[in-house]
């Protein structure tokens, strides 16, 4: 990971790990709304790379209605993407967690589940802040944080996506 000067401009803003910490805490928050046991660790690998790409994110469903496996089956570019960016965005999703723990904004329990202790109302302060396109990402972990807990247990996502554990 290069240090924070040496980026790109646009490496630095759009992985910046401050934006991606209020990513993955809201799609915590919202996993664990339905699985109180919180998110596992796994799932945050696949739930940034699919809101910081915008041509996956734009194409998410809007309603958890929509089952994880009809929707990769009609979008199979989507999930190929995603088998593509995953690895190369890892060291951005390990830097996001490290720098929501050191905030405690996250922790991993025993189970190795990520857990938070914020609530929507500490989501919603950062909401203004932010810029439409990354108001609209926020509003899609939200969503992604439901849609993974209610489309079965970790596996069973990460095989829907093509990823292997």
Known sequence: MNKW????????HLYNPAFCSVALTTSVISYSNIRPEGMPLALSFIALPVLLNNKIEKKLPTSIRTSLASWIDNN?????????????LKPFVQESILFSITHN????DQSGNLITSQTARDINKFLRLFEEDNREIIRHAKFLGKWFATSGNTETVMALWGIRV
Request: proline share 4%.
């Open 5 to 12: 000067i040496m980026r790109p401009k646009e490496v630095a």
């Open 76 to 88: 199979t570019e989507s999930r190929l993407l995603l088998q593509e960016i995953a690895i190369s």
């Open 105 to 108: 904004w996250l922790s991993i």
